[in-house]
């Protein structure tokens, strides 16, 4: 089987070691779900290159924990070999993480690092919190890994941001998002916001274009970047009344997404318009990320709301 990054990481459940415990555990990757899973492989057990890596996955455990992530190590070695090993080695005192026994094969030959001789290659695997592969190294048995840089990559992977060569917690990245969004929604994360800019559609519209009718079903969310436009409420009589301008910086048409009804006014470019759509789903999840933006938008549509009531009586 071959690993992809940005696919499901390989499902497994095996006996592991576990300090403490007088029998194997059983330790499936779905345990896990939720969190971020550092799973590495070392080739043996009672060798020499291995202790080293072990032991500096184990002293960096603290900082993968917070990172939200877990450590879980495995070689094809038995439980009662890593009993032997882990227990008797003072070296390995400190290893407190689950290490798989894996004497079937089955999860090194799922993850390719299987060698023809039952040993396996240096296999360090980063699988998110939805259980995606976002990173991968091999390395040969002969050289041993930098667990310093699968924590890195491990924090650079979980800023959501583009991070240039090196990259180090505390620097620049080289992702920005949205400063139309960051307005109108100022409390989201900036992982959300970035992801959200990625998401935004831009439309123009010419002077007196409707974006839409009261009445219509919602579909978008949308935020003025450049002109102006006017909410209109439709009279009883035919006629029409503006209640509101909506200028650069200003949204509307969160009322009908978040209460799930119809436009309760219609909308018309009052000059040249630009506008950034955001998507029925793309919105609701940016307002639900966060409580306080959720909690903002609801005393928003109240006020909106009172407006409308007041205009149409």
């Known amino acids: 089987m071959t690993i992809r990054i940005g696919k499901p990481a390989p499902e497994f459940k095996s006996e592991a070691w576990v300090r403490g415990a007088y029998s194997p555990h059983q330790v499936a990757l779905?345990?896990?779900?939720?969190?971020?899973?550092?799973?590495?492989?070392?080739?043996?057990?009672?060798?020499?290159?291995?202790?080293?890596?072990?032991?500096?996955?184990?002293?960096?455990?603290?900082?993968?924990?917070?990172?939200?992530a877990v450590v879980i190590g495995a070689s094809t070695d038995s439980f009662h070999v890593h009993k032997a090993w882990f227990e008797t080695d003072p070296r390995l005192q400190v290893v407190n993480y689950p290490v798989l026994a894996d004497t079937s094969h089955r999860v090194s030959e799922a993850y390719d690092v299987l060698l023809d001789d039952g040993a396996t290659l240096r296999g360090t695997f980063i699988i998110d919190?939805?259980?995606?592969?976002?990173?991968?190294?091999?390395?040969?048995?002969?050289?041993?890994?930098?667990?310093?840089?699968?924590?890195?990559?491990?924090?650079?992977?979980?800023t959501g941001e583009l991070c240039p060569v090196g990259w180090k917690p505390g620097q620049a990245t080289l992702t920005t998002f949205d400063d139309w969004l960051h307005k109108a929604l100022p409390l989201l994360s900036k992982e959300m916001l970035v992801n959200t800019t990625k998401k935004l559609q831009s439309i123009t519209f010419e002077p007196g274009a409707i974006i839409f009718e009261q009445g219509d079903a919602p579909d978008r969310f949308y935020i003025v970047s450049h002109g102006a436009v006017e909410i209109i409420r439709h009279l009883p009589d035919g006629g029409e009344k503006v209640i509101a301008t909506r200028n650069a910086g200003e949204f509307f048409g969160e009322i009908g997404l978040l209460t799930e009804s119809r436009r309760t006014a219609s909308v018309r470019a009052k000059e040249k318009t630009e506008l950034l759509a955001l998507d029925f789903d793309d919105f609701r999840k940016a307002i639900e990320s966060n409580e306080a933006t959720g909690q903002s938008f609801s005393q928003i549509i109240t006020e909106r709301l009172a407006n409308i009531q007041k205009a149409a009586a």
């Open 129 to 158: 919190a939805e259980g995606v592969v976002r990173h991968s190294t091999i390395n040969d048995l002969d050289v041993g890994r930098n667990i310093q840089e699968s924590l890195r990559v491990l924090q650079a992977l979980r």
């Open 30 to 68: 779905s345990d896990y779900r939720g969190k971020n899973v550092v799973f590495f492989f070392y080739p043996r057990d009672f060798t020499f290159i291995c202790p080293t890596e072990i032991v500096a996955f184990a002293e960096l455990e603290p900082e993968f924990a917070q990172e939200d």
